[in-house]
């Protein structure tokens, strides 16, 4: 049981932490705010989740560790799309425009938006 | 103690914290150092949760919790001010 | 060397590359985000060094309160920091002078983190065997703070307020019409989504406030950390729903009231340990046996530090987002 | 080997001078805050690494654990956290002030007011 619990550990802590550094290489790299901002989701979702999930299965009956860690999680996943949301919203009135290859596209999008 | 699974999460998440606080400090706009921070909190509440593990501690998680909500109220701070100042800056 | 010896030397590290960052910047909504990335690597380093009460606190007070009272005061002052005009070579050559004459000094310290070292060997084995015995908590950061050094702690108590009244003494008066329309910030009404995260989030956070400040007996917490974390959730329902609304929620007066009814629940304990004849905040005396009489005695005096902090922090983010935002001309009947 | 144990307090001298640095040589007077606060914070961090014992842990006591990092500097610094604080907050509102009867918060600038009024 514990072999098994400590094997879905490795894997998950060890994805979430892939993920952890995929998304800060693209938040490092890609061109312009609007792709850096789809890098980071990356980290938020599947980074915080793995890691946390992978803490989870070592709590070792202590449940109000289990409990903290779920409302960790129950936060992150709240919160930060809320304030992606909002912070791409500011950004794009703010004269932040996306960088497109095909600039018609971007004006429709922006006249439907 | 060899090689634990907290530990190799905990460099794993030092490393990408490194890569994350380098966009913070180039960071061409504003926006672009708002979300490095913003990834950069939700690093830091990770890295607390490991570190409990590994220190063999879990209780502590209490302060990842408050990292999570500081972060999000500072976030919210930040825009709001930035809003306000750039729009009377602009008026001038 | 453990992968903790690692940690500790790549956050230094960031730390010092964080100052750098901070004395180049020139824009300073960035600088002061620089800073709160700063207190954010510093509790990271103190849960490193073992002192979760730190963290929480540095984390709370340091990277969240203070971070949003430099943001609040931004508007007012230029965005832009100007070159100085003349260049200060002669503070280059004081600062290298005395940074290498303290590095020279550090030369002569016990080694870090020694079990031998003369810090350790003084009163903390005291605090760390007896305080069991004598207090009978188990966070022993709490123990010292409430009980052994309550005077020390009543002191910074009444600090706060007083930089509550001096923030309320320096711009605390009410401005001319004209000046005050000059200024208005509007509540975030364009962000929809914020306000109704945050409208579900605001009691979760209360409900942790209290959390910290009644289990600050047995982990990490006390009154300054839940007092940092309730002002928190006001300042955000604050920056949301503008200030009018909040001080409709949240009168101005009462919350005056409360910052000095905190310092005196504190010094209300003290002297009833002194009327049933015992010294000065000494808690043995609030009841038949001394534990319980600690127990009462750290859990008022912690909610007397609880109340004042958040008080003055309130009173601190009104007071300066006053400055900007009089929307709120029809002022609550005062 | 000896000298690397004292890696934590060079680095904390570096960190104090950096922030003293910024307060000496920047004219804006956000700025200066922003420097003391280094500086204060810097100086947290040499308390709390002495405060350090090598294989302790954190000072809630529990049952098998013997090794506990010193109390101390710990109460010690988390009363200076909220203090620094309440002087921060001082300081704003005198910037504040400053900007509002000088229109400007930058010290080359005020010194310059200053000496056309005499």
């Known amino acids: 049981m514990t072999v098994l619990l400590d094997l879905l550990s490795w894997v998950a802590l060890l994805l979430g932490s892939f993920f952890l550094i995929v998304g800060s290489v693209g938040l490092l790299r890609f061109p312009d705010f609007f792709t850096r901002m789809h890098a980071a989701g990356v980290t938020d979702s599947l980074g915080a989740g793995l890691i946390l999930f992978g803490l989870m299965f070592q709590v070792d009956g202590q449940w109000i560790v289990l409990f903290k860690l779920l409302s960790i999680l129950f936060f992150i996943w709240l919160t930060s799309p809320a304030s992606s949301h909002a912070l791409a919203k500011a950004a794009l009135h703010h004269n932040q425009q996306p960088l497109l290859g095909d600039e018609v596209r971007n004006r429709k999008q922006a006249a439907n938006e | 103690m060899g090689i634990s699974m907290f530990s190799v999460t905990t460099v794993a998440i030092l490393v990408s914290m490194i890569l994350a606080i380098t966009r913070a400090f180039l960071g061409p706009s504003l926006y672009d150092r708002v979300l490095a921070i913003n990834v950069l909190g939700t690093k830091t509440v990770l890295l607390i949760a490991v570190l409990g593990f590994l220190m063999g501690r879990p209780e502590f998680l209490d302060i990842a919790l408050l990292y999570a909500l500081i972060n999000f109220i500072s976030i919210i701070g930040l825009m709001r001010f930035f809003e306000y100042s750039s729009s009377r800056q602009e008026e001038k | ?334 | 080997m000896s000298y690397l144990l004292q890696y934590n307090y060079w680095i904390v001298m570096v960190l104090m001078m950096i922030g003293f640095y910024i307060v000496i040589s920047h004219g804006n007077l956000v700025k200066k805050l922003l420097g003391l606060s280094i500086f204060q914070t810097s100086v947290f961090i040499l308390y709390i690494s002495m405060g350090k014992v090598e294989g302790g842990t954190a000072p809630i006591l529990d049952e098998g654990i013997v090794l506990y990092s010193n109390p101390l500097p710990h109460v010690l610094i988390l009363t200076a956290i909220v203090v620094g604080i309440a002087t921060t907050a001082l300081g704003l509102a005198l910037v504040v002030r400053i900007s509002e009867s000088y229109g400007s918060i930058e010290e080359d600038d005020i010194q310059k007011m200053d000496n056309e009024q005499c």
């Not at chain 3, 002061?32 to 990335?37: H, N, V």
């Not at chain 3, 430099?70 to 600062?95: A, D, I, T």
């Not at chain 3, 009814?261 to 000494?282: C, E, H, P, Q, T």
């Open chain 3, 1 to 334: 060397m453990t992968i903790e010896f690692l940690v500790d030397i790549v956050l230094l590290g960031l730390l010092a590359l964080t100052a750098i960052a901070i004395h180049k910047t020139r824009d300073l909504f960035a600088s002061i985000m620089l800073t709160g990335i700063y207190s954010l690597l510093s509790a990271l380093f103190f849960i490193v060094m073992d002192a979760v009460d730190v963290a929480f606190t540095e984390a709370a007070v340091g990277a969240g309160i203070s971070t949003l009272l430099m943001l609040s005061c931004m508007p007012l002052v230029k965005k832009q920091e100007q070159p100085s005009r003349h260049h200060r070579p002669l503070g280059l050559v004081v600062v290298t002078l005395t940074g290498a004459l303290l590095i020279y000094g550090t030369m002569d310290m016990p080694p870090f983190g020694s079990v031998d070292d003369p810090i350790q060997q003084h009163v903390a084995p005291r605090y760390l065997h007896q305080s069991m015995d004598e207090v009978g908590l188990p966070n022993v950061v709490t123990s010292v703070l409430a009980s052994y050094r309550g005077f020390d702690t009543f002191g910074e108590t009444v600090v706060i307020l007083t930089a509550g009244i001096g923030v309320l003494a320096l711009l605390g008066f009410r401005r001319s019409r004209a000046q005050e329309m000059q200024h208005r910030v509007p509540a975030m009404q364009q962000h929809m989504i914020l306000r109704i995260i945050s409208k579900l989030l605001i009691p979760p956070i209360l409900i942790f406030a209290f959390y910290v400040q009644f289990h600050g007996d047995f982990g990490p917490g006390g009154g300054f950390q839940a007092g940092a974390i309730f002002a928190a959730a006001i300042i955000l329902y604050t920056m949301l729903f503008g200030l009018s609304t909040a001080r409709q929620v949240f009168r101005e007066r009462y919350i005056h009231l409360l910052a000095a009814v905190g310092v005196l629940i504190y010094g209300a304990v003290g002297i009833a340990s002194m009327l049933a004849g015992k010294n000065f905040l000494d808690y043995d005396a609030l009841a038949a046996n001394p534990l319980t009489g600690q127990h009462v005695g750290i859990l008022l005096v912690e909610l007397g530090v609880g109340i004042t902090v958040a008080a003055v922090m309130i009173i601190i983010f009104y007071t300066f987002s006053g400055r900007l935002d009089k929307d709120d001309h029809k002022e609550p009947e005062s």
